[in-house]
């Protein structure tokens, strides 16, 4: 069974940081593809951040690049999420999930909420 714990989420002020994980089980995790999607209230789910399962190359979405960072660490199974200088506009819930290889992501995680106050 595939299970996706993200952890990290808080109530953070304009400009301040938090790094988010999310810990995968009950699959081959160096094959898969990681990425991090948001939802904020009323809006649809959007992508921020993945990281390919070879190579480790990243992309990232436009509003976010220069200021998150996406990592991963195959002996822990985990992916992270460094978000730097965070804006309220950053305000959603964060959610990891799993792609075999280069396919469309097929498992997500719980989601973990992160506020940003100003």
């Known amino acids: 069974q595939v299970q996706l714990v993200e952890s990290g989420g808080g109530l953070v002020q304009v400009g301040g940081s938090l790094r988010l994980s999310c810990a995968a089980s009950?699959?081959?995790?160096?094959?898969?593809?990681m990425g991090w999607f948001r939802q904020a209230p009323g809006k649809e789910r959007e992508f921020v951040s993945q990281?390919?399962?070879?190579?480790?190359?990243?992309s990232y979405a436009g509003s976010v690049k220069g200021r998150f960072t996406i990592s991963r660490d195959n002996a822990k199974n985990t992916v992270y999420l460094q978000m730097n200088s965070l804006k309220p506009e950053d305000t959603a819930v964060y959610y990891c999930?799993?792609?075999?290889?280069?396919?469309?992501?097929?498992?997500w995680g719980q989601g973990t909420q992160v506020t940003v106050s100003s």
């Open positions: 999930a799993a792609a075999r290889r280069d396919s469309s992501f097929g498992y």
């Open positions: 009950g699959l081959p995790f160096s094959t898969y593809t």
């Open positions: 990281i390919r399962y070879i190579g480790g190359s990243t």
